[in-house]
């Protein structure tokens, strides 16, 4: 079993939900000529209203299976999801701030598997903060993964930027358990404005094995992609 669903499990992740506001009502008075309340006056006043009304922003869109690094039995994509996956955490389960997450989990007939997150901040500065925070735990990793699991260990790589949009970084981990399980994982964290996406790729087996060309191009493409 991968080491990306065998170190930790997810710690989780509760969203409140809040009504805010209460239906305001008004009194229509009486129109010259006798109209009855809701006639025109009203009616136009509506069409304005929801004519000037902000239109809801598109959501952010996923990798499809094809756009991940090649694989001889192919990948399949589950459905979009809400919430922080859990094939994560072996990084960022204890690091994530608490937002609306929304993820993609990809797999292939072997051992290969990806994953998708997104998130969409209140504002482009607290994208930036997410995506450094989010950089700093994937950095941190291998030091934690150690200290808090003698049997393992783990070596933590920066594989550099990416030029798309506000940017994107790649990062790599590969990790040896002392009966010879090994994994390695390729991460990266990119953003366009308030959103920030990451994706995760991983499998048995060590750097030499892992491929990189092919997932900077699908880290570029996720950040792209998302609108």
């Known amino acids: 079993m991968p080491i990306r669903t065998r170190v930790a499990a997810l710690a989780a992740l509760t969203a409140a939900a809040l009504a805010v506001g209460a239906a305001a009502t008004a ?46 039995t192919g990948w399949t994509a589950g459905p979009v999801t809400d919430g922080f996956p859990e094939q994560l955490a072996y990084c960022l389960g204890e690091g994530v ?13 072997l051992d290969t598997s990806a994953v998708q997150v997104t998130v969409v901040t209140g504002a482009a500065a607290k994208g930036k903060a997410l995506a450094d925070r989010l950089n700093k735990e994937i950095r941190t990793c291998a030091a934690r993964l150690e200290r808090l699991y003698p049997e393992i260990e783990a070596e933590g790589r920066f594989f550099g930027t990416l030029p798309v949009e506000e940017g994107a970084t790649v990062h790599g981990l590969h990790t040896e358990t002392s009966y010879g399980a090994t994994d390695v994982n390729l991460l990266s964290v990119g953003r ?36």
Request: glycine letters at 10%.
């Open 192 to 227: 366009d404005g308030r959103t920030v996406t990451v994706v995760g790729w991983g499998q048995m087996g060590d750097f030499d094995d892992a491929p990189l060309a092919a997932f900077k191009k699908t880290a570029k493409k996720a950040v792209t992609k998302l609108y």
């Open 27 to 72: 009194q229509a008075g009486a129109a010259p000529g006798g109209t009855a309340p809701g006639g025109t006056a009203q009616k136009n006043a509506s069409v304005q209203k929801n004519a000037s009304a902000p239109k809801k922003a598109a959501a952010p869109r996923f990798l499809a299976a094809s756009e991940l690094p090649p694989h001889p």
């Open 97 to 109: 701030p608490a937002y609306d997450y929304r993820h993609r989990l990809f797999h292939t007939e």
